[in-house]
Protein backbone atom coordinates (compact mmCIF):
# COMPACT_ATOMS: atom_id res chain seq x y z
CA UNK A 1 0.00 0.00 0.00
CA UNK A 2 2.93 2.44 0.61
CA UNK A 3 3.52 3.06 -3.34
CA UNK A 4 0.04 4.00 -3.38
CA UNK A 5 -0.05 6.54 -0.66
CA UNK A 6 3.42 7.55 -1.09
CA UNK A 7 5.27 9.78 -3.49
CA UNK A 8 5.16 9.13 -6.96
CA UNK A 9 7.18 5.77 -8.43
CA UNK A 10 9.69 7.32 -10.40
CA UNK A 11 10.19 4.10 -12.20
CA UNK A 12 6.45 4.36 -14.17
CA UNK A 13 6.85 7.32 -16.63
CA UNK A 14 4.57 10.45 -15.85
CA UNK A 15 3.67 10.50 -20.07
CA UNK A 16 2.99 6.66 -21.50
CA UNK A 17 3.07 5.38 -24.52
CA UNK A 18 1.13 3.01 -26.65
CA UNK A 19 3.91 0.86 -25.65
CA UNK A 20 3.97 1.47 -22.36
CA UNK A 21 1.01 1.73 -21.00
CA UNK A 22 0.46 -2.14 -20.89
CA UNK A 23 3.31 -2.85 -18.47
CA UNK A 24 2.05 0.66 -16.74
CA UNK A 25 -1.34 -0.47 -16.18
CA UNK A 26 -0.17 -3.78 -14.71
CA UNK A 27 1.74 -2.06 -11.63
CA UNK A 28 -1.09 -0.33 -10.53
CA UNK A 29 -3.08 -2.00 -7.92
CA UNK A 30 -6.81 -3.06 -8.16
CA UNK A 31 -9.52 -0.39 -6.44
CA UNK A 32 -10.30 -2.60 -3.11
CA UNK A 33 -13.22 -0.37 -1.68
CA UNK A 34 -16.56 0.86 -2.85
CA UNK A 35 -16.82 3.75 -0.48
CA UNK A 36 -15.01 7.33 0.62
CA UNK A 37 -16.34 9.58 2.76
CA UNK A 38 -14.81 12.15 4.69
CA UNK A 39 -14.99 11.97 8.86
CA UNK A 40 -14.86 14.48 11.75
CA UNK A 41 -12.13 13.76 14.33
CA UNK A 42 -10.71 15.98 16.81
CA UNK A 43 -7.99 18.20 15.56
CA UNK A 44 -9.31 18.08 11.41
CA UNK A 45 -10.58 15.34 8.89
CA UNK A 46 -9.90 12.26 7.92
CA UNK A 47 -10.33 10.03 5.07
CA UNK A 48 -12.02 6.34 5.26
CA UNK A 49 -12.40 4.33 2.57
CA UNK A 50 -15.49 1.53 3.57
CA UNK A 51 -15.51 2.88 6.67
CA UNK A 52 -11.81 2.48 7.30
CA UNK A 53 -8.90 5.43 8.14
CA UNK A 54 -6.49 5.72 5.78
CA UNK A 55 -3.11 5.85 6.78
CA UNK A 56 0.20 7.39 5.31
CA UNK A 57 3.47 4.83 4.26
CA UNK A 58 4.72 5.75 7.88
CA UNK A 59 1.78 4.70 9.25
CA UNK A 60 0.55 7.98 10.64
CA UNK A 61 -3.73 8.88 10.22
CA UNK A 62 -3.87 10.60 6.57
CA UNK A 63 -5.13 14.19 8.56
CA UNK A 64 -6.50 16.97 7.06
CA UNK A 65 -6.51 20.43 9.05
CA UNK A 66 -9.69 21.77 7.19
CA UNK A 67 -12.54 19.59 5.61
CA UNK A 68 -12.17 21.32 1.96
CA UNK A 69 -8.34 19.32 1.68
CA UNK A 70 -10.06 16.76 3.18
CA UNK A 71 -12.73 16.18 0.58
CA UNK A 72 -9.97 17.07 -2.02
CA UNK A 73 -8.35 13.93 -0.93
CA UNK A 74 -12.00 12.06 -1.22
CA UNK A 75 -12.43 13.39 -4.29
CA UNK A 76 -8.89 12.16 -5.41
CA UNK A 77 -10.31 8.51 -3.78
CA UNK A 78 -13.45 8.34 -5.28
CA UNK A 79 -12.03 9.03 -9.10
CA UNK A 80 -10.22 5.85 -9.48
CA UNK A 81 -11.42 3.63 -11.29
CA UNK A 82 -10.32 -0.43 -12.06
CA UNK A 83 -6.72 0.21 -10.33
CA UNK A 84 -5.45 3.05 -8.22
CA UNK A 85 -3.16 5.68 -10.33
CA UNK A 86 -1.17 7.59 -7.90
CA UNK A 87 -0.47 9.84 -10.86
CA UNK A 88 -3.80 11.12 -10.44
CA UNK A 89 -3.81 12.05 -6.52
CA UNK A 90 -1.45 14.77 -6.25
CA UNK A 91 -3.33 15.86 -3.19
CA UNK A 92 -3.01 12.63 -1.83
CA UNK A 93 0.74 12.67 -2.37
CA UNK A 94 1.13 15.77 -0.85
CA UNK A 95 -0.58 15.54 2.00
CA UNK A 96 1.19 12.27 2.84
CA UNK A 97 4.51 14.17 2.10
CA UNK A 98 3.71 16.87 4.86
CA UNK A 99 2.65 14.10 7.41
CA UNK A 100 5.77 11.56 6.89
CA UNK A 101 8.09 13.74 5.77
CA UNK A 102 8.34 17.66 5.51
CA UNK A 103 6.26 17.59 9.65
CA UNK A 104 9.36 15.77 10.85
CA UNK A 105 12.23 18.35 9.41
CA UNK A 106 10.19 21.58 8.51
CA UNK A 107 13.35 23.73 8.76
CA UNK A 108 15.14 21.82 5.58
CA UNK A 109 12.39 22.70 3.46
CA UNK A 110 12.04 26.27 4.60
CA UNK A 111 15.80 26.14 3.66
CA UNK A 112 15.40 24.90 0.19
CA UNK A 113 12.32 27.36 -0.86
CA UNK A 114 14.65 30.31 0.57
CA UNK A 115 17.33 29.09 -1.41
CA UNK A 116 15.28 28.84 -5.07
CA UNK A 117 14.61 32.76 -3.91
CA UNK A 118 18.77 33.49 -4.97
CA UNK A 119 17.87 32.11 -8.51
CA UNK A 120 14.28 32.92 -8.59
CA UNK A 121 13.26 32.93 -12.23
CA UNK A 122 11.69 36.23 -12.27
CA UNK A 123 15.16 37.70 -12.00
CA UNK A 124 16.74 36.47 -14.71
CA UNK A 125 15.60 38.17 -17.90
CA UNK A 126 16.15 38.12 -21.55
CA UNK A 127 18.12 40.66 -23.49
CA UNK A 128 16.13 39.46 -26.69
CA UNK A 129 13.45 39.34 -28.76
CA UNK A 130 11.74 42.27 -28.11
CA UNK A 131 8.41 40.16 -28.17
CA UNK A 132 9.75 38.24 -25.16
CA UNK A 133 11.59 41.04 -23.26
CA UNK A 134 8.24 42.95 -23.33
CA UNK A 135 6.45 39.79 -21.67
CA UNK A 136 8.72 38.93 -19.18
CA UNK A 137 8.20 42.74 -18.31
CA UNK A 138 4.73 42.74 -18.87
CA UNK A 139 4.19 39.41 -16.20
CA UNK A 140 7.01 39.44 -13.62
CA UNK A 141 7.79 42.98 -13.40
CA UNK A 142 4.64 43.22 -11.27
CA UNK A 143 5.19 40.67 -9.39
CA UNK A 144 8.83 41.65 -8.39
CA UNK A 145 7.49 45.34 -7.19
CA UNK A 146 4.76 43.56 -5.23
CA UNK A 147 7.95 41.46 -3.05
CA UNK A 148 9.56 44.71 -2.29
CA UNK A 149 6.67 46.56 -0.97
CA UNK A 150 5.02 43.72 0.33
CA UNK A 151 7.57 41.26 1.65
CA UNK A 152 10.48 44.18 2.00
CA UNK A 153 12.92 42.37 -0.41
CA UNK A 154 14.35 44.32 -3.40
CA UNK A 155 15.18 41.72 -5.85
CA UNK A 156 17.95 41.96 -8.50
CA UNK A 157 17.43 41.94 -11.78
CA UNK A 158 19.98 40.81 -14.52
CA UNK A 159 20.03 39.57 -18.30
CA UNK A 160 21.21 35.98 -19.08
CA UNK A 161 21.56 32.32 -17.18
CA UNK A 162 24.81 33.44 -15.56
CA UNK A 163 24.03 33.23 -11.75
CA UNK A 164 24.04 36.72 -9.85
CA UNK A 165 23.79 36.71 -6.30
CA UNK A 166 20.90 38.45 -4.47
CA UNK A 167 21.68 41.13 -1.63
CA UNK A 168 21.94 39.33 1.78
CA UNK A 169 19.41 41.95 3.02
CA UNK A 170 16.77 40.56 0.46
CA UNK A 171 17.38 36.90 1.21
CA UNK A 172 17.00 37.59 5.26
CA UNK A 173 14.10 39.74 4.35
CA UNK A 174 12.44 36.83 2.07
CA UNK A 175 13.27 34.45 4.14
CA UNK A 176 11.44 36.13 7.12
CA UNK A 177 8.25 35.05 6.03
CA UNK A 178 8.95 31.62 4.68
CA UNK A 179 10.01 31.31 8.13
CA UNK A 180 7.04 32.24 9.68
CA UNK A 181 4.92 29.28 8.29
CA UNK A 182 4.31 26.79 11.21
CA UNK A 183 1.95 24.56 9.26
CA UNK A 184 3.93 21.49 7.19
CA UNK A 185 0.89 21.24 4.50
CA UNK A 186 1.23 24.46 3.87
CA UNK A 187 4.62 24.47 4.06
CA UNK A 188 4.59 21.29 1.42
CA UNK A 189 2.36 23.06 -0.46
CA UNK A 190 4.53 25.77 -1.22
CA UNK A 191 7.25 23.88 -1.80
CA UNK A 192 5.68 22.18 -4.43
CA UNK A 193 4.49 25.48 -6.35
CA UNK A 194 8.46 26.59 -5.79
CA UNK A 195 9.86 23.71 -7.04
CA UNK A 196 7.18 23.66 -10.41
CA UNK A 197 7.30 27.10 -11.49
CA UNK A 198 11.31 27.72 -10.35
CA UNK A 199 10.50 30.99 -8.16
CA UNK A 200 10.17 30.95 -4.67
CA UNK A 201 8.38 34.82 -5.40
CA UNK A 202 5.77 33.52 -7.10
CA UNK A 203 4.74 30.83 -4.67
CA UNK A 204 4.45 33.26 -1.99
CA UNK A 205 2.25 35.19 -4.55
CA UNK A 206 0.28 32.31 -4.40
CA UNK A 207 0.10 31.81 -0.74
CA UNK A 208 -1.05 35.42 0.24
CA UNK A 209 -3.40 35.24 -3.01
CA UNK A 210 -1.27 37.79 -5.21
CA UNK A 211 -2.11 35.16 -7.58
CA UNK A 212 -4.20 32.24 -8.21
CA UNK A 213 -2.42 28.74 -9.63
CA UNK A 214 -4.04 28.72 -13.30
CA UNK A 215 -2.31 32.56 -13.22
CA UNK A 216 0.57 31.75 -11.55
CA UNK A 217 1.74 28.68 -13.88
CA UNK A 218 1.06 30.97 -16.70
CA UNK A 219 3.55 33.12 -15.42
CA UNK A 220 6.02 31.63 -14.63
CA UNK A 221 5.89 29.61 -18.23
CA UNK A 222 5.97 32.89 -20.29
CA UNK A 223 9.32 31.82 -22.27
CA UNK A 224 7.52 28.50 -23.29
CA UNK A 225 4.34 30.22 -23.98
CA UNK A 226 6.61 32.34 -26.40
CA UNK A 227 8.50 29.89 -28.29
CA UNK A 228 5.52 27.81 -28.90
CA UNK A 229 3.58 30.90 -29.94
CA UNK A 230 6.71 31.73 -32.34
CA UNK A 231 7.23 28.00 -33.78
CA UNK A 232 4.66 25.76 -32.39
CA UNK A 233 3.77 23.51 -29.65
CA UNK A 234 5.81 20.65 -29.01
CA UNK A 235 3.42 17.79 -27.80
CA UNK A 236 5.82 15.58 -25.69
CA UNK A 237 6.71 18.75 -23.79
CA UNK A 238 2.75 19.74 -23.64
CA UNK A 239 1.80 16.78 -22.21
CA UNK A 240 4.59 16.32 -19.47
CA UNK A 241 3.76 20.30 -18.79
CA UNK A 242 -0.09 18.82 -18.20
CA UNK A 243 0.85 16.25 -15.96
CA UNK A 244 3.07 18.80 -13.39
CA UNK A 245 0.25 21.44 -13.80
CA UNK A 246 -2.34 18.60 -12.50
CA UNK A 247 -0.02 18.66 -9.37
CA UNK A 248 0.25 22.66 -9.63
CA UNK A 249 -3.30 23.15 -9.14
CA UNK A 250 -3.52 20.54 -6.11
CA UNK A 251 -0.38 22.54 -4.51
CA UNK A 252 -2.28 25.94 -5.41
CA UNK A 253 -6.10 24.87 -4.20
CA UNK A 254 -4.58 23.92 -1.01
CA UNK A 255 -3.02 27.09 0.06
CA UNK A 256 -6.07 28.88 -1.09
CA UNK A 257 -8.29 26.84 1.50
CA UNK A 258 -5.48 27.34 4.28
CA UNK A 259 -5.06 30.85 3.79
Not at 23 to 50: A, C, H, M, W
Not at 78 to 101: E, F, H, V
Not at 192 to 210: D, F, I, K, P, Q
Amino acid sequence: MSDILGDRDESIPDVTTRVAEPSRQSQLPKRFYKSVSVSEIENGFTLELDGRSVRTPGRSLVAAPVRAVAEMLAAEWDAQKDRIDPMTMPATRLINTSIDGVATDMQAVKEDIIRYSGSDLLCYRAASPRGLVALQRQHWDPLIDWAQMTLGAHFTLVEGVIHCEQPPETIAAFGAHVGMIDDPLKLSALHVVTTLTGSAVLAVAVLRGEQDGESAWKIAHVDEEWQASQWGEDAEATAARAVKFRDMKAASDILAVLA
